[in-house]
């Protein structure tokens, strides 16, 4: 039976390092799954922009990749020309020109809920929307073009929460009744729709015939950090949690086997997939 691997990856603490964003130390793992014609999609909590911006940069052909979270999927050119997109799809959006399957909500009616209810019940706490570049650049240590980059959200509000655990419950279940949602990411909080980053293996699944028809079969290879990545990680057929400088390890469901890297970051990214794809059986090239 012929299989498509597919990795899923979040970005931040996983293929980049926590502290200087750096992925090269991963490069030897990226090269090798491209070899194998296994594509990388990456699915993190960034921006349309900061990952167009990445992308360029990756020694690995062009893919969909999934941003805020789950909250939307930028489609590469290849995929968008499998799918028959003329069908009309209610999720389906050109942005920018760029064509993107969206699953969340704007991020107007989110910050428009969110700083309501602060006003409403005096909670403590700070947003992205609060920020000026150079305080998002304090805070994440990134340089001042991907501040910036950072800044454009368009489906979710990062925020840092200085109120009581109870008030973050409180907001957490507002949040629920709303339809939205509150997950924890490696600095921020972040409000979002009610998606996760799941929300791309079953949109694989949905348009499995059209986008890998010489396949029988999907696994998906899942590399994460963070209490964002739990819902891929759990998903997935294979999943890796990359080791955090600063989150203590994280517990999946019961029966999930998982594999712990033994390094923080892109080390720990390129170690874990280059251990995996010795125990993968991959047919050759020539197969394919
Ligand atoms: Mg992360």
């Known amino acids: 039976m012929k299989t498509q691997y597919i990795v899923s ?17 991963a490069e030897q793992a990226l090269t090798s799954l491209a070899s194998h014609h296994i594509p990388i999609i990456i699915n993190t909590s960034k921006t349309r922009l900061e990952v167009a911006n990445l992308i360029k940069a990756l020694p690995v052909p062009e893919q969909s990749y999934v941003v805020e979270n789950g909250s939307a999927i930028v489609l590469s ?11 009309q799809y209610e999720n389906f959006q050109y942005i920018d020109g760029k064509p993107v399957w969206v699953l969340g909500e704007n ?5 428009q809920w969110l700083y309501k209810l602060r006003e409403k ?24 073009a991907d501040a910036a980059a950072s800044s454009k959200k368009e489906f979710s509000e990062p925020f840092e929460w200085y109120d009581t655990q109870e008030n973050l419950q409180k907001l957490t279940d507002s949040a629920r009744l709303s339809g939205y949602k509150i997950v924890k990411g490696g600095r921020f909080y972040h409000l979002q729709g009610s998606v996760h980053k799941a929300s791309l293996f079953d949109f694989i699944h949905e348009f499995k015939n059209q986008l890998y028809p010489e396949f029988e079969s999907i696994r998906f290879i899942a590399l994460g950090d963070n209490h964002n990545d739990i819902d891929m990680l759990n998903q997935a057929d294979y999943s890796i949690v990359i080791k955090s400088p600063t989150d203590t390890k994280l517990e999946l469901s019961k029966n999930k086997q998982v594999i712990y890297s033994q390094s923080f970051g892109a080390k720990g990214w390129n170690e874990e997939i280059l251990t995996l794809l010795t125990f993968i059986k991959l047919p050759t090239i020539n197969e394919k």
């Open 121 to 144: 019940y005096d909670w403590n706490f700070q947003g992205y929307q609060d920020w000026s570049i150079n305080q998002i650049i304090e805070k994440t240590g990134l340089s001042e």
């Open 107 to 111: 991020r107007a009616s989110l910050c």
């Open 77 to 87: 050119t290849e995929h968008a020309n499998q799918i028959d997109l003329k069908s």
């Open 9 to 25: 990856t979040d970005l931040d603490g996983t293929l980049l390092n926590h502290h200087d964003y750096q992925w090269q130390d």
